[in-house]
């Protein structure tokens, strides 16, 4: 069973920075697909970062510019650095991955919170 356990959360002020570190439990090599989840209150999931076993990197608009994803592999590390930081930006992240082990479908951590003050 792929583990993965999301740390570096917290409050921050708006125009600050965070990086978001993700442990996963398998190797870093052997996952098809990374991304980022988030999930404010009241609102749908987003898929803010993500990489593909390919080398693909996507971020949707509402990002682009300010956060980025990348890895340890090394280490079995994924992390999601954040700048100039939205008051919109609040929400739980969470981090997700795929692989044959976790049959394609997402393997989630528990989400850690980020709080983005004006």
């Known amino acids: 069973q792929v583990q993965v356990v999301e740390s570096g959360g917290g409050l921050v002020q708006a125009g600050g920075s965070l990086k978001l570190s993700c442990s996963v439990s398998v190797n870093i090599a052997s996952l098809t697909l990374v991304g980022w989840h988030r999930q404010a209150p009241g609102k749908d999931s987003e898929l803010v970062a993500s990489?593909?076993?390919?080398?693909?990197?996507g971020y949707p608009d509402s990002v682009k510019g300010r956060f980025t994803i990348s890895s340890d592999t090394a280490k079995n590390m994924v992390y999601l650095q954040m700048n100039s930081l939205k008051p919109e930006d609040t929400a739980v992240y969470y981090c997700?991955?795929?692989?044959?082990?976790?049959?394609?479908?997402?393997?989630w951590g528990l989400g850690t919170q980020v709080t983005v003050s004006s």
């Open positions: 997700a991955v795929q692989s044959a082990a976790t049959r394609w479908t997402w393997a």
């Open positions: 990489f593909t076993s390919s080398g693909s990197v």
